[in-house]
């Protein structure tokens, strides 16, 4: 292989392929619909709007909701 190498210059690299965009669709519909997900659980999930009852997910997220500014008392 030194010798291929001395020879040519250039070794051999593999060049990766690009995944084409109607593959990865479906993972960044998933992963958005995650973060939506997860945006109200931390910023909305509590009084009117509330799926869960009590104050549990609340508790849960609580540190979560001050560190990326949203209110809650």
């Given at each position: 292989m030194t010798e291929a190498v001395l020879k040519s210059?250039?070794?051999?690299?593999a060049q990766p392929t690009?995944?084409?965009?109607?593959e990865l669709m479906?993972?960044?519909?998933?992963g958005?619909?995650?973060?939506l997900l997860a945006i109200y659980f931390v910023g909305?999930?509590?009084g009117a709007t509330s799926l869960v009852p009590g104050m549990y997910v609340h508790e849960f997220v609580h540190d979560g909701r001050h560190l990326l500014g949203f209110p809650c008392h």
């Open positions: 210059g250039n070794p051999a690299v690009p995944i084409p965009l109607r479906p993972w960044i519909i998933f958005g619909l995650l973060l909305a999930e509590e």
